[in-house]
């Protein structure tokens, strides 16, 4: 990477090198086994212009979503998530009848099904077909298209404006920062509202969560380096609202330049958090790569012990994320021998590089393993109470991030 993809300096930093690793949803078949699979280099930097960190493009987003192995849906708390915030938003903006609302990078439907609820209009725009195909099988309009400029033209011209356009978690997953927020600004009546929910860099620094950087997530957004991507499209940040999703999210809410009033004080309030945590200068990102090895170190001390003491550990979720741990601290079959995960796509295929295969979750209750290493950390509350059974056994989760605990669950 030479140039910054938001504007373009050559003034790239070093953050943190994870090595090479395969795209983090590239499960693979029994029959793929013996095949070699592509790696690439995982490593995040900042521009010390705009402050947007990013990593290489080295791979296209087609070749990711075409086809994809996430569905939403299988998160019983993304789902609740959604629900409240289309609650929240037909009261925030008065939605009703004759309201129209696109959401970009739609996945299944999740968000959208609550509007077709409510009989607002809607429609969603998701590149990956087989995804596009559950949300249409669900009664959610759906588009299978990446969106640019063009697209937001073509859908503009044969919808009309949309009221409200929702890119969630969608927003770091496109190399063409600008072309991507112009496709926003080309969707988005003229006097309308557009709500991006995206990890926030800050919490990512402060809560080690370093297994969020992988190929699908080009970019990592502070609310400074947000304001200037929105700012290339047309749009302006009227607010933003701090969120606990995916470990510490932030919800920006903007509106065409043209329209958009002064910002709200937690605009300025969460800047001020930023800049005091020093992610507008070097030394803000200076030891974080140490506390990247602390993990690794201590993720893979705990497995060994764990095997020489003839205990089991099995792991739950296959997560994009759960990926980047395994790959980055060198896990493999021996360490643990199997995951779970609800998504029916994933059962019977194998996780990228580190070939642990994954199981349907009813083989933790066959096995009994002594300890669950949680993959889905961000997902906290909702598992450490799905997975309550295991305390039948004496059964205990483990959590590597931010650093490696150990919880006993209460029946």
Not at 45 to 60: F, G, N
Not at 67 to 80: D, I, K, R
Not at 272 to 289: D, H, M, P, T
Not at 374 to 383: D, F, G, Q
Request: charge should be negative.
């Amino acid at each position: 990477m030479t140039r910054c993809r938001l504007c373009g300096s050559t003034a790239l930093a070093s953050v943190v090198d994870l090595g090479a690793t395969p795209p983090c949803e590239s499960f693979l078949a029994a029959d793929e086994l013996d095949r070699a699979e592509p790696a690439y280099p995982l490593h995040l930097r900042v521009c010390t212009d705009c402050w947007l960190a990013q990593i290489p493009p080295l791979i296209t987003p087609e070749e990711t979503f075409t086809q994809y192995a996430y569905f939403s849906s299988y998160s019983t708390s993304w789902v609740e998530h959604a629900r409240t915030f289309v609650a929240d938003a037909v009261q925030r903006l008065g939605l009703g009848p004759d309201s129209f609302v696109v959401e970009v990078a739609s996945n299944d439907g999740y968000l959208l099904k609550h509007l077709v609820d409510r009989e607002i209009r809607c429609l969603g725009i998701e590149p990956s077909v087989n995804v596009g195909a559950a949300a249409r099988d669900a009664g959610v309009p759906t588009l299978t298209e990446f969106l640019a400029p063009a697209t937001g033209a073509a859908v503009r011209a044969e919808h009309g404006p949309a009221d409200l356009v929702v890119a969630n978690n969608v927003y770091a997953h496109i190399p063409d920062v600008v072309g991507f927020t112009r496709g926003l600004r080309a969707l988005v009546a003229d006097d309308g509202w557009v709500s991006i929910e995206v990890q926030h860099l800050l919490t990512l620094m402060e809560e080690n969560q370093y297994d969020t950087i992988y190929h699908e997530h080009f970019q990592y957004y502070t609310v400074a380096s947000a304001i200037r991507a929105l700012a290339s499209g047309g749009l302006a940040l009227v607010d933003v609202e701090l969120l606990p999703t995916h470990g510490g999210s932030i919800r920006l809410w903007a509106r065409p330049a043209e329209v958009a009033a002064d910002p709200a004080p937690a605009v300025a309030d969460v800047l001020a958090r930023e800049k005091a945590a020093g992610l507008q200068e070097l030394s803000g990102y200076a030891e974080f790569s140490a506390r990247v090895a602390k993990v690794r170190r201590d993720l893979l001390r705990f497995l060994i012990e764990a095997a020489d003491r003839g205990e089991t550990v099995v792991g739950y979720g296959a997560p994009g994320k759960g990926n980047t741990l395994l790959n980055h601290c060198g896990i493999r079959p021996d360490l643990l021998p199997y995951t779970v995960d609800r998504n029916p796509y994933k059962h019977g295929r194998f996780t990228p590089g580190a070939r642990i295969p994954i199981l349907p979750p009813e083989r933790i209750g066959v096995d009994k393993p002594d300890y669950v290493l949680v993959l889905p950390w961000n997902l906290r509350a909702e598992l450490v109470e799905q997975l309550s059974f295991i305390h039948a056994w004496g059964g205990r989760l483990v959590f590597p991030i931010p650093e490696l605990s150990i919880v006993e669950v209460k029946p």
